[in-house]
């Protein structure tokens, strides 16, 4: 079976321009998260989808951040414009329902904003 | 909201000692308390978790204990080797009606190193 996969891997942008990670869920999974890590310091959790809607919005920073999961498989999130502070790793993670437990995690999107 | 500390920040040992890293949380109804090892390059794996009903967990090497009424929780690696060496993280959450639901508060993380 097949794990969490995001896309890319890396992505360095200027300040100001536009990005777009990309996660693909395990599988059958309804529940889809994104998470950030910041400079070294704990990951901190950013929103959760169940299927195509989102359940929790709640640690996304502001407004330049939007978040989509298109017919409730893969998932984007999109920062325009980018700031110095946008940069870190964004962790995409998938559990089945029902329930928030086992959480499974993909590689990340290290984003670099210059 | 919950919050989770995490001790030490890093941990340095022998091969074939035993890690031990602890971790406190504020929200009495968290129910879960997952572990994650993250080496370099790779996102985190979950490597063991424990519910709220549960005392201790063991798994091969691993095993992880909590105390609600203390509201701690600790890894314990015993006969560690060198692949052990990663990132730690530990995190809770409240899954039931009420709390914080879905989403997983993380500790800082533990640089585990085990030195051949």
């Known amino acids: 079976e097949a794990g969490v996969t995001q896309f890319p891997s890396h992505s360095v942008i200027e300040k100001g321009q536009t990005v777009t990670l990309r996660c693909d869920p395990i599988?059958?999974?309804?529940?889809l998260y994104w998470y950030r890590r910041v400079m070294g310091k704990e990951i901190k959790f950013l929103l959760h989808?169940?299927?195509?809607?989102?359940?929790?919005e709640s640690g996304m920073p502001n407004n330049r951040f939007l978040a989509e999961r298109t017919g409730g498989t893969y998932s984007t999130l999109k920062v325009q414009p980018a700031e110095l502070e946008d940069s870190g790793v964004y962790f995409c993670?998938?559990?089945?329902?029902?329930?928030?437990?086992?959480?499974?995690f993909g590689p990340g999107t290290r984003l670099t904003v210059t | 909201g919950e919050n989770v500390e995490q001790h030490p920040s890093t941990l340095s040992v022998q091969e074939g000692d035993s890690a031990v890293i602890k971790c406190t949380y504020s929200d009495s109804a968290s129910n879960y308390f997952p572990w994650y090892k993250q080496e370099l390059g790779k996102g985190p794996q979950l490597i063991i978790d424990?519910?709220?009903?549960?005392g201790e967990k063991k798994d091969q090497r691993i095993a992880v204990t909590l105390n609600k009424t203390a509201k701690h929780f600790s890894l314990h690696i015993t006969e560690t080797q060198p692949e052990d060496s990663a990132v730690y993280f530990c995190?809770?959450?409240?899954?039931?009606?009420?709390?914080?639901?879905?989403?997983?508060?993380f500790g800082k993380g533990t640089l585990l190193t085990v030195n051949p």
């Open positions: 993670a998938s559990s089945q329902d029902p329930g928030p437990y086992e959480q499974y």
């Open positions: 424990i519910r709220s009903n549960v």
């Open positions: 989808f169940v299927k195509e809607s989102k359940q929790d």
């Open positions: 599988s059958g999974h309804d529940n």
């Open positions: 995190a809770a959450i409240n899954g039931g009606r009420g709390g914080s639901n879905y989403k997983l508060t």
